[in-house]
């Protein structure tokens, strides 16, 4: 199992505490990292810590599309552009229904566009198949890390 971080990219806070019920209901041990707007998901990544070396990758990104300050396609653009973290596993998980949105997120480098249901159990429903398949099944080369 993958034990690097999840980083989700969530502004609307019923949706992140709801993504964070799902993971705790699957007992997902991966710790979640909760970006809040696109500009703080980039300095996750790109932007050193407090020891002077940067944030461990995470296994696996779920990036919603509307944010503010950055959105999630030019977040999506830099990560692509980035030869440390263009490797990773980035799932869009937006409640966008944007044809659009779809085609350029693809056209971006997304590894998968999930639109987030309403009703509870089939978002839990779909988080569990991203956890299995992303955490579980997926690997990554062990240089990204």
């Not at 932007?47 to 070396?53: I, L, P, R, V, Y």
Request: glycine residues 4%; charged residues 25%.
């Amino acid at each position: 199992m993958n034990t690097r971080p999840i980083l989700l990219v969530e502004d609307n806070p019923d949706d992140e505490a709801l993504a964070l019920r799902a993971f705790a209901k699957l007992n997902i041990s991966n710790k979640i990292i909760v970006a809040r707007d696109g500009v703080e998901a980039l300095d996750y990544l790109f932007s050193a810590d407090a020891t002077g070396g940067i944030s461990k990758l995470p296994a696996l990104i779920l990036l919603d599309l509307k944010l503010p300050k950055v959105d999630g396609l030019q977040v999506l653009q830099q990560i692509r552009d980035n030869e440390r973290t263009q490797i990773l596993p980035v799932v869009i998980l937006t409640s966008s229904r944007e044809e659009q949105d779809l085609v350029r997120g693809y056209n971006l480098g997304a590894n998968s566009y999930v639109r987030k249901p309403v009703d509870y159990n089939e978002f839990v429903n779909a988080v569990s198949q991203l956890g299995i398949f992303w955490l579980l099944l997926n690997e990554l080369p062990d240089s990204s890390s």
